[in-house]
C-alpha cells in the first residue's frame, strides 16, 4: 500500500485540484481519494473527495468526519460540541482501504490540527507508516511570499521524518510575472525536491474530460 498525503502552504492554494490532478495519472493502478476532516459542508451539499472524484472520475472517494462551519476543523469541533476521533483512529480507518494507492487529502497546512487531541496532518501520516509507504506532496503558490512558506513546510515535514516527493504550484498563471518565474527555478534549489507540476490558474473550473486530458502534461515540468 501506498499513501500520498497531499498538504499545503495554505488554505486555497489548490490542494483538491492537485488531489484530482494526482488521482488522473495514478487512476490507472488503482487508487482511493481520502478526506479525513472536511469543514465548511452540511447535509448533502459536495466536500473535497466530490470534486476530486468529478474532475478525475475516480469513483473511490471518502471522507471520514464532516463539519458544518468553514474553520479549522479543531475550531469548528470545539464550536459544534464535537470531539474529533484522533488522528491514529482515522489512520486505522485510512488503512482499512484495499486501493493500491490511497491520496489522503488534508486541511490548510501542515500544522492544523485534525482532532481535538491536537493531531496534525503529518501525526496521520506518520501513523500510517505502520501500514505501507508513505510520500507527502506540497501544494503551493507561485508568487511572492511562496519561498518562505514552502520552506518551513517541507522542513515541519521532513522533522517528522517524513519524505517529500515534491512540490505542486497549484495556480499557474498563464502569463507568469517575473515573481513567479524566479519562483519556479527557487523553489526546488531552495527546498531540495522538485516541482513536478503546474497546474494552469483556473482548471478546477474545467469540463472534467478536458481537465483529465490535460492532467498528465501539467507533470511533464
Known sequence: MTYVVVTGTDTGVGKTVATAALAVIAAPGGVAVVKPVQTGVSGEEPGDVHEVSRLS???????????????????????????????????????ALSAAMVLVEGAGGVRVRLDT?????????????????????????????TLNHTELTVAAVRAAGLPV???????????????????????PRLTGVPVLALLPKGCGGWQPEAFRASAPDWFAV
Open 117 to 145: 487531541d491536537g493531531g496534525t496532518i503529518l501525526d496521520l501520516a506518520v501513523a500510517l507508516r505502520s501500514s505501507g509507504e508513505v510520500e507527502v506532496v506540497v501544494v503551493t503558490r507561485a508568487g511572492l511570499g
Open 57 to 95: 472520475g475516480v469513483a473511490e472517494v471518502h471522507e471520514l468526519v464532516r463539519l458544518a462551519e468553514p474553520l479549522a476543523p479543531e475550531s469548528a469541533a470545539h464550536r459544534a460540541g464535537t470531539r474529533l476521533p484522533p488522528v491514529v483512529e482515522l489512520a486505522d480507518r485510512i488503512a
Open 165 to 187: 516527493r515534491g512540490l505542486i504550484i497549484g495556480f499557474w498563471p498563464g502569463r507568469p510575472d517575473l515573481a513567479a518565474q524566479c519562483n519556479r527555478d527557487d523553489l
